[in-house]
């Protein structure tokens, strides 16, 4: 069975025991013996291990269980990635769902058509109870990648990940695309945007099927890191590369990509802020006038709404954050220590 695998679908998973009979049931609904679930445990320390091997043995759907000590969700991908035999790869998190037809929709793509990468669209979730509905399937059409990376870059919320991604694992392996380890934040983004640079035929299918549950408690990308700030310099390597690869968008992305992520961390450097002093110092060290100056003319109205209020009042921009932002983030307020942190390894706008 193993040598007629069409799709490797890759779970990392660390301490996620909870989550995965809910997951395993989702998938049970829609096997198919051409479709399998490459899980990677990450060192995990509760029962996850334990639980993917008793359920290995009766699956209703091909499965297999990788184990690595704890290296990060990088690492993790990664080694399913280099353990595939599959001729193509996609990418999935323990706690997420997918539409009823998830499977059909990719195989039928994969199997009809060529292509090195699948792009479909994933919908944000606010709560485990939403879903993803079924819908008619269309045929995916070629989308040239400059007009992809321009939807990228300004709606992350449909495209911003790898969950929504089906590549060729031929064109991963030739074109030595992995996952940058030792990052624990946007390393996704960087393999996402290094993909689609490579790829020479790309196509989209404009159907929703994944979702992705946005989880205040306990998730990793809703703290508050210095480390968040360290990994931006992804943003600024991969300048380079697009520069090279796709050089009528790289001068898009220099302009707007790293801003806007640091738009979104200012933010939540003023949720979390223990003063007004303290998220000034911040602004100064950071450079934050030269960042979000940049944001001239981005086309998400949020953006240049919080932007043109900060230059307007630096004051009223920290009120309204800490008055309305925290109905709906679960950030706690940060150190001195924590904030000063932040703003030394945060790449200058001029870097």
């Given at each position: 069975m193993?040598?007629?695998?069409?799709?490797?679908?890759?779970?990392?998973?660390?301490?996620?025991?909870?989550?995965?009979?809910?997951f395993?049931?989702?998938?049970?609904?829609?096997s198919?013996?051409?479709?399998?679930?490459?899980?990677?445990?990450?060192?995990?320390?509760?029962?996850?291990?334990?639980?993917?091997?008793?359920?290995?043995?009766?699956?209703?759907?091909?499965?297999?269980?990788?184990?690595?000590?704890?290296?990060?969700?990088?690492?993790?991908?990664?080694?399913?990635?280099?353990?595939?035999?599959?001729?193509?790869?996609?990418?999935?998190?323990?706690?997420d769902?997918?539409?009823?037809?998830?499977?059909?929709?990719?195989?039928?793509?994969?199997?009809?058509?060529?292509?090195?990468?699948l792009v479909?669209?994933?919908?944000?979730?606010?709560?485990?109870?939403?879903?993803?509905?079924?819908g008619?399937?269309?045929?995916?059409?070629?989308?040239?990648?400059?007009?992809?990376?321009?939807?990228?870059?300004?709606?992350?919320?449909?495209?911003?990940?790898?969950?929504n991604?089906?590549?060729?694992?031929?064109?991963?392996?030739?074109?030595?695309?992995?996952?940058?380890?030792?990052?624990?934040?946007?390393?996704d983004?960087?393999?996402?945007?290094?993909?689609?640079?490579?790829?020479?035929?790309?196509?989209?299918l404009?159907?929703?099927?994944?979702?992705?549950?946005?989880?205040?408690?306990?998730?990793?990308?809703?703290?508050?890191?210095?480390?968040?700030?360290?990994?931006?310099?992804?943003f600024?390597?991969?300048?380079k590369t697009?520069?090279?690869?796709?050089?009528?968008?790289?001068?898009?992305?220099k302009?707007?990509?790293?801003?806007?992520?640091?738009?979104?961390?200012?933010?939540?450097?003023?949720?979390?802020?223990?003063?007004?002093?303290?998220?000034?110092?911040?602004?100064?060290?950071?450079?934050?006038?030269?960042?979000?100056?940049?944001?001239?003319?981005?086309?998400?109205?949020?953006?240049?709404?919080?932007?043109s209020?900060?230059?307007?009042s630096?004051?009223?921009?920290?009120?309204i954050?800490?008055?309305?932002?925290?109905?709906?983030?679960?950030?706690?307020?940060?150190?001195?220590?924590?904030?000063?942190?932040?703003?030394?390894v945060c790449?200058?706008?001029a870097?």
């Amino acid at each position: 069975m193993t040598d007629n695998i069409l799709i490797d679908i890759i779970v990392p998973v660390y301490n996620g025991g909870r989550y995965i009979r809910k997951f395993c049931d989702m998938f049970s609904l829609q096997s198919d013996p051409k479709v399998r679930i490459v899980f990677v445990d990450d060192g995990s320390t509760d029962e996850t291990l334990r639980i993917l091997h008793n359920i290995e043995s009766s699956a209703e759907f091909p499965m297999r269980v990788l184990h690595q000590n704890n290296g990060g969700i990088s690492k993790a991908v990664n080694a399913g990635i280099d353990a595939s035999n599959a001729q193509y790869l996609t990418f999935f998190d323990i706690d997420d769902i997918c539409s009823a037809d998830y499977v059909r929709s990719l195989t039928e793509c994969a199997g009809d058509m060529e292509f090195d990468v699948l792009v479909f669209k994933r919908r944000l979730l606010y709560h485990p109870s939403e879903s993803v509905p079924a819908g008619p399937l269309e045929k995916p059409g070629l989308i040239d990648k400059e007009e992809l990376l321009r939807d990228v870059l300004f709606d992350t919320a449909r495209f911003g990940n790898i969950h929504n991604i089906l590549v060729k694992r031929d064109f991963i392996n030739r074109s030595k695309l992995r996952l940058p380890e030792g990052y624990a934040y946007y390393e996704d983004y960087d393999f996402m945007y290094r993909t689609y640079a490579a790829a020479e035929k790309i196509r989209f299918l404009d159907k929703w099927l994944y979702g992705y549950i946005v989880r205040s408690e306990g998730s990793v990308m809703s703290a508050y890191s210095p480390e968040k700030f360290k990994c931006m310099v992804l943003f600024k390597d991969l300048e380079k590369t697009l520069e090279k690869q796709v050089p009528r968008f790289a001068p898009l992305f220099k302009k707007y990509a790293l801003p806007r992520i640091y738009w979104s961390l200012l933010w939540q450097t003023a949720l979390v802020s223990p003063s007004y002093r303290s998220f000034m110092s911040f602004i100064d060290e950071t450079e934050a006038e030269e960042y979000l100056k940049r944001l001239k003319g981005f086309p998400e109205q949020k953006v240049t709404l919080l932007t043109s209020l900060f230059f307007f009042s630096k004051r009223l921009y920290y009120i309204i954050a800490r008055t309305f932002g925290k109905r709906y983030t679960s950030l706690r307020t940060a150190d001195e220590d924590t904030l000063r942190k932040a703003a030394a390894v945060c790449p200058k706008p001029a870097e």
